[in-house]
């Protein structure tokens, strides 16, 4: 039984890992002149960095924009991957009464 129960969740969690690469979030900072995309996995795809925040040549402020919008493309990717995993988690796991999902 238990032996069943870990490999369809194996298998459920392969496909939800596939499924997680294909999905897109972005976290934006300074009205978009920064952007990181990041995918359901939580792994950075890209980063835009426009042009004008690089003409003004402030480092400093370029980082900061950075990190905020990194942190906010990961608590969007972070929060699909719950969701996901708590899918995944309902469709394989026996209806065990006061389990919640």
Do not use: C
């Amino acid at each position: 039984m238990f032996g069943d129960l870990i490999s369809k969740m194996k298998l459920a969690q392969q496909d939800s890992q596939q499924r997680l690469d294909q999905i897109l979030v972005d976290g934006q900072a300074d009205q978009g002149s920064v952007k990181v995309v990041a995918n359901g996995n939580k792994m950075i795809k890209q980063v835009l960095i426009s042009q004008e925040l690089f003409d003004q040549g402030d480092k400093e402020a370029i980082e900061d924009l950075l990190l905020v919008a990194v942190n906010r493309a990961i608590q969007k990717a972070d929060a699909i991957y719950n969701e996901e995993m708590k899918e995944v988690a309902k469709g394989v796991m026996p209806n065990i009464p006061g389990l919640k999902f």
